[in-house]
């Protein structure tokens, strides 16, 4: 049993199980009944995605790979971690550590490059929990 981190919109693992979106946004011109068949997420959770302002910060810092670029994915990474320390946040990650143990399932966003994508930091914050994470 085990959590896969995923980018959303891929072909599914077989042994993937639920495909949690944690996202702000629902994705573009799909309709709501194709989120799953389409391999897209079968519950969306944005409690788990970054806010709006960071969102904006992440997206500008995603392709610059200059110095500035990484100040930018530092004070990002910064954010998102602040975020998910509140209260809520840090309950849903032990929730899903827990549940690790016990299903498969998968979370994930629609970002390319998971080292620019806040699914890297979830993905060390679920191991920072106590999640089994699939390959580790």
């Known amino acids: 049993m085990s959590v896969r981190i995923v980018r959303l919109g891929t072909p599914r693992h ?6 949690i979106g944690t996202v702000r946004r629902p994705p573009r011109g799909v309709p709501k009944s194709e989120f799953a068949s389409g391999d897209w997420y079968d519950v969306w959770f944005p409690n788990l995605s970054p806010s709006p302002e960071l969102v904006k910060r992440a997206l500008a ?3 610059d790979l200059s110095a500035a670029g990484e100040r930018d994915w530092a004070a990002f990474t910064r954010g998102y971690r602040a975020e998910m320390a509140r209260p809520e946040n840090a309950h849903a990650i032990a929730l899903l550590a827990t549940l690790s143990r016990e299903s498969n399932f998968s979370v994930g966003c629609y970002c390319e490059n998971e080292a620019r994508c806040h699914r890297s930091i979830l993905r060390a914050l679920l191991r920072d929990a106590g999640a089994r994470l699939d390959g580790a």
């Not at 077989?14 to 495909?19: A, C, Q, V």
């Open 14 to 19: 077989p042994d993937e199980g639920t495909r």
């Open 61 to 63: 810092s995603q392709a």
